[in-house]
Structure formats: C-alpha cells, structure tokens
C-alpha cells in the first residue's frame, strides 16, 4: 500500500485545515487507517484512527476539534482540523493497518504550521 498525504500548510491559531490522504495498491488489505503527528523533539504520536466499521478514536487534546473520516471507495482518509492551536504545529503522517497482521504502511507526512 502506497500512501500520499496532502493538505497540510500555515493557518493563524482558530484556523481550519483539512487533510487528505490516498491508499493506492494492495488497498482490499487496508483496515484501520489514522493520522498521526511529530512535533520538534517530540515523540510520534496517534492524532486519530477510523476502522472499517467507522468507529473512531482521538488524542484527548485534539477532541472536539479534530474530525476522522473515511471513504473506503476512494481508499482515501481525511482529517479535519477546526479550532487550530500553536501546539498542533507538527509533521502529520497518514498510516494504515493492514488486514495482515504486523504489516502497517506510513505516507510521507505534511507540514502543518499554526502561528499564535
């Protein structure tokens, strides 16, 4: 499974940006999909996830305001961002679970900067 993350960019804290993500190859083997984040010397964190049955889960400091989705016809994910913070400045990857355990795939990650 390929992956290629778009969307990301600069918006001024309380701004909005969406991302997007594309699965393209072995995409029947795509199962949970998710977003996660990588601040400057910060660790890799999860942001959100969806599964197939579109039960979600969210980093308790994006609740509220961050929104997963997917659309398994397209093999895309999405991330809606509203209510941006300076804190969620930070590199954002798409990833995927395959349906074959231990095989997971990263995109490229993109840039999202949010000024105060």
């Known amino acids: 499974v390929q992956l290629q993350a778009s969307g990301g960019g600069s918006v001024q804290a309380g701004g909005s940006l969406r991302l997007s993500c594309a699965a393209s190859g072995s995409s029947w083997s795509i199962n949970v999909m998710g977003w996660y984040r990588q601040a400057p010397g910060n660790q890799r964190e999860l942001v959100a996830s969806i599964l197939r049955s579109g039960s979600t889960k969210y980093a308790d400091s994006v609740k509220g305001r961050f929104t997963i989705s997917r659309d398994d016809a397209k093999n895309m994910v999405y991330l809606q961002m509203n209510g941006l913070k300076p804190e969620d400045t930070a590199v954002y990857y798409c990833?995927?679970?395959?349906?074959?355990?231990?095989?997971?795939?990263w995109g490229q990650g993109t840039l999202v900067t949010v000024s105060s």
């Open positions: 990833h995927v679970d395959s349906v074959v355990v231990g095989l997971d795939y």
